[in-house]
């Protein structure tokens, strides 16, 4: 199906098999093509499969470092507990849909409090646009989902194919048994990662120790295996197939980027004032009036996304910096500077092509407008969660009919009155009304004598029916203004709502 | 028509062939994932007929091998309602109208299954909101014809009123004029006296002439000062609440003609659980004694 790259310029021999042409003393010249080159790259081009050759330096180690943090907590998270009582669940993080409650260790937010959510997206949001405006997609490059699946998946690919040369020629060889092994094996690794990914999700949504007990006697309920399922196939066909297909093709985000970076911006970039012009160096010849860059393809060879930086910035870039590791070790060894290949910024690279020094200004506009934005909106959220009351209150007034009128002539309206005790024990309040003379309040399944007390359950909202009824003279208008109070009677904490009370008119 | 192809000068793509007003369509490739994406579901369609209800025929349709039915679904979740209601229903089809009351959860589901049952069969004549009209009466005031306890409305509702069920409320008001009982004159001192009742008199002679005449031949069911009696179904006539208006027109035309006003019977369509739900959301309403 797919095509095997092979060198723009006619390798001598069949690839990787030839005898290895020299691009410096000790540094051989990698037969690599950039699939993505935008000049060879037709529209109706199937897909080229990349063979991203392992890297070895920070960025590399770093990348390690994030994937094993970001998987690490992935799987960890919904087994750690936290103590909330009787009354509700012990897992730190879950998402219970059918109490519709959401608890994250300390917090635990009611449907009604959705806006939590929207501002955790809010910040999320602002941060990405922070970080870019920064260091470029290093969100793509290191800590999304997509990168660190395919990283893992690549690791596995590596681990039983063997590093890029090996992998092109298994591609080519044809199918026999050993082919046939080591592709059943790569795969069936695979799917138990994807498994593993579609499973670790459902603890998520319920307790995990009892769920995992659950799917392993085949008891848990339907909707977990779809899930487990569904992520299987995502997790297997993103991570393992389409790969940086995705992130060219399929996300948004490559698009936006654009509109966050700037020539202050620190991204990966090929400092082709000191590269070029590039080629080949044999051991004799000076270094003067040449490019550091020996054209070794090192960078081509081990980038993901199937670019060549030295063609400078472009839309499949994720600034995951795996070129100028590759890049650093070549240097290295031909005994060039490093950092041929580098984080850094188009104003910089302008800088020092003439001669000057670099500046790098992390506190521009730009980032300091993000850093405000989510500064207002995470206060905004501290104190809404700061100040977040462990009891709400709600009246609704019944609308038919909108008042009746009884024997004595009296008026009388009727409200539902839904107190929410956020707390994990059960409580009792005292109602109180204000602003309506002579009034009366009756609720419904409620003693009459002295002033009526509501008992809400832990962790639960109550309704009650309330009558309330007014002498006639007290209406002064067809609307009167009156406030519902709620007392704790153990804490005297309470709250009020302002309602109305509704009569004939004078 | 390979003849016609045109290749756009700018990208040096192929275009449509089409053009409109010198503008032509550049024929770009679908993603490739998209078109796949396509025929999958071109493909899944093709099962979906087989596997699902999905052609019209004449007078029926094609039902799918594995028999779906969103109107069998439908019965399928009453049922499961039903079912897990049925515990509930047959509590409260055991327990008295007090002990619904006095049960928080029984109540709360009397009050629930009351509101459903009383948009169905009773929201008609006394209103979504129970507030009734002229000649049907309000069910949320602390004035009842025929009473306002559990037994009371839950009697109300199983007979009903003057449908001729042998159990069914019942207590005739004559039209005096018609039945001659009355003549005109008499008949507006009568106003004139049950106005007085409420403070609204403008001639006292004629509510004393009045007072007289209702001494002889109202009294009996309206009783004295014309409280009421609910065991005729006579209603209160010295309150502010009136089921055929309180104006004086309304009062007269009233004793003229006599009023019947009919409920249907509904033990004979409800259950006796779903009965009693009526009755104690009816008593909840905010009227109930």
Known sequence: ?506 | MAGDKHIDDHSGVETTGHEWDGIRELNNPLPRWWLWTFYICIVWSVGYWVVMPAWPLVSSYTTGVIGYSSRALVATRIDEAKAAQAQYVARIADATLEDVEGDPELLEFALAGGRSAFAVNCSQCHGRGAAGAIGYPNLNDDSWLWGGTLENIAHTITYGVRNGHDEARFGPMPGFLSDQILDRAQIDDVAEYVLSLGGRAEDSAAAERGAAVFAEQCVACHQEGGLGNTELGAPNIADGIWLYGGEREAIVETVMAGRAGVMPTWGDRLSPATIKQLAVYVHALGGGQ
């Open chain 1, 1 to 506: 199906m797919e095509q095997i790259v092979s060198a723009q310029k006619p390798a001598p021999a069949a690839g990787a098999d030839a005898s290895p042409v020299q691009a410096a003393a000790g540094v051989e010249r990698v037969d690599a093509a950039a699939v993505n080159r935008k000049e060879t790259r037709s529209l109706y081009q199937k897909r080229i499969k990349i063979f991203s050759k392992r890297a070895r330096g920070a960025f590399r180690k770093l990348k390690w470092a994030v994937l094993a943090m970001t998987l690490g907590v992935y799987y960890v998270a919904p087994w750690l507990r936290w103590d909330r009582g009787t009354s509700a669940p012990d897992q730190a993080i879950l998402i219970d849909i059918p109490a519709r409650r959401f608890y994250f260790f300390f917090i635990e937010i009611w449907p009604q409090e959705v806006y939590y959510l929207t501002g955790i997206l809010i910040l999320s949001g602002l941060a990405l646009f922070l970080a870019t405006s920064l260091f470029g997609r290093v969100w793509c490059g290191y800590t999304c989902p997509q990168t660190v699946w395919t990283d893992l998946f690549i690791f596995v690919e590596r681990l039983i194919e063997g590093d890029r040369g090996a992998r092109i020629r298994l591609e080519k060889a044809p199918w026999g048994a050993h082919k046939i092994a080591l592709r059943v094996v790569k795969h069936a690794l695979w799917i138990v990662i994807a498994v593993l990914t579609g499973g670790a999700w459902v603890f998520y949504f319920a307790d995990a120790p009892s769920l995992l007990v659950a799917l392993a006697t085949l008891q848990a309920p339907a909707i977990a295996y779809i899930a487990i399922g569904v992520l299987t196939c995502t997790t297997y066909l993103l991570g393992g197939i389409a790969r940086e297909q995705v992130c060219t093709y399929m996300c948004p985000w490559p698009r936006i980027q654009a509109a966050m970076t700037d020539v202050d911006s620190m991204i990966v970039t090929y400092r082709d004032y000191r590269g070029e012009p590039r080629g080949p160096h044999r051991k004799s010849e000076p270094w003067e009036g040449r490019g550091d860059c020996i054209d070794c393809n090192a960078c081509v060879a081990v980038c993901p996304m199937g670019i060549d930086i030295r063609d400078g910035s472009q839309l499949e870039c994720i600034n995951c910096g795996l070129c100028i590791d590759a890049c650093d070790e070549v240097m290295s060894k031909v005994g060039r500077p490093l950092k041929l290949i580098a984080y850094d910024t188009f104003a910089n690279v302008d800088r020092r092509a003439a001669g000057q020094d670099a500046r790098y200004s992390l506190l521009r506009t730009r980032p300091l407008i993000y850093v405000g934005l989510m500064v207002v909106v995470g206060s905004l959220m501290l104190f809404g969660l700061t100040t977040r009351s462990a009891l709400d209150l709600n009246v609704l007034r019944d609308r038919n009919p909108l008042f009746v009128t009884l024997s004595d002539g009296a008026i009388r309206n009727g409200y539902t009155v839904k107190v929410i005790n956020k707390q994990h024990e059960a409580r009792e309040f005292r109602l109180d009304v204000e602003g309506l003379a002579g009034r009366r309040i009756d609720v419904v399944g409620l003693e009459s004598e002295g002033p009526p007390v509501l008992r809400v359950k832990a962790d639960k909202l109550a309704a009650y029916r309330v009558f309330l009824s007014a002498p006639r003279e007290s209406l002064i208008d067809e609307s009167v203004p009156i406030v519902f109070r709620v007392t704790d009677t153990l804490d005297g904490s309470e709250i009020v709502y302002d309602a109305v009370f509704r009569g004939p008119g004078s």
